[in-house]
DNA sequence: CACTGATCTGACCGATCGGTCAGCCTCTGA
DNA sequence: TCAGAGGCTGACCGATCGGTCAGATCAGTG
């Protein structure tokens, strides 16, 4: 029977968070499993489970910066005057988040939706339809709300595969798209 | 013990397929199992099976007509002369093809990077390399690819959210995002 | 009547999942 | 020296997964 040797460990919170990080990358959140991240620890699932108290407050630690950002982001978006300031703020904020957390963003590897409907997470389905809104200009008209969506989607969808550019050039490339491919309200 | 009514159907097949498509629609591929769709359907999870060998052949058959689709507007983008007609060509087809599927797509509901590992999608993943390819033009500068790939994730991701919109309104939308959004070829 | 092939069922399989638990080890400080 | 706390383990749990299998039921055929 190994004896693992006596660790001097508190640090393995964050060693866990890291290798969930990278899990999550790999394989997706569902994708992933407990004893996926403690055997890339070098631990038990057990101690996974000590340090966190389930799977989920694992990926809601790892997510908190940004949601942090995006909240604080919906707040400067709602106190904008007018729509067109408010399209603004939204796209230049929306990309800074995107490239800033393009990482934690990509180890949700498109389970937006069902991400969205776990308890930590529901009141970011508010805020991103307040994106949505603000991307389209506060219009109700589809082509605006269409192509609101798909940038957005399309935008946290990807991001995260572009590991190898600058964030200055993806910022760029990504705000540009968005100032050519955004309807200017006031239709 | 219910005895079930002796019932007259080789249209068993089409039911099993029709429930899945609903259930894959409201909780995505992996979110479904063979019993929630035995379940919908009213037979047994081995009754599924009879009829398909396996839970990957139910999507595969379902995708069969879309995926035979994209396929052929393959073939007609690699015909084109230039990276200007083969852009044009792309961001067409892809439209009419995110238009007339947009239900058959939005039952992969985000798990497009998983599904296309699987077996039966390989040479999916090559369309769609393809696709971005002629979107960005034959460019290899990273903000004519950043902007092809997020269009095109972003349509795939969304256009199964617009049931409610004909498909001439949301073809016209998407078309004219398109156009406003890509980069002419010829850098 | 007997037989057949298609359809379908319930019981079952091994694997894996997230999560629990009793208890062991090591370190610390009184 | 020893109690206790923090850190961690292996064994285990119930649930669920995709998939298998022997056999029951039926319509059609001769």
Chains 1, 2 share one sequence.
Do not use: W
Not at 57 to 81: C, G, H, K, N
Not at 107 to 126: D, S, T
Request: with cysteine.
């Amino acid at each position: 029977m190994l004896r693992v040797m006596a660790r001097p460990t508190p640090q393995t919170h964050g060693e866990i968070l890291a290798a969930a990080a990278r899990r999550f990358a790999a394989t997706g959140y569902r994708g992933t499993s407990l004893q996926d991240i403690a055997t890339e620890v070098g631990c038990s699932k057990a101690a996974v489970l000590y340090h966190f108290a389930n799977k989920e407050a694992i990926l809601t630690e790892l997510m908190a910066p940004a949601i942090e950002v995006l909240r604080s982001l919906d707040e400067r978006i709602t106190e904008q005057p007018g729509p067109a300031a408010a399209q603004r703020v939204a796209a230049e904020g929306f990309v800074d988040l995107a490239v800033r957390f393009r990482s934690e963003i990509a180890l949700l590897r498109g389970e937006f939706p069902e991400l969205l409907q776990q308890p930590g997470f529901v009141h970011i389905q508010q805020i991103s339809e307040r994106l949505i809104d603000a991307f389209a200009g506060q219009s109700e008209r589809a082509s605006a709300r269409i192509t609101a969506l798909v940038l957005l989607a399309g935008i946290a969808e990807t991001c995260g595969q572009f590991a190898d550019v600058p964030d200055q050039e993806l910022g760029d490339a990504l705000l540009a798209l968005l100032r050519r491919a955004l309807e200017p309200p006031g239709h």
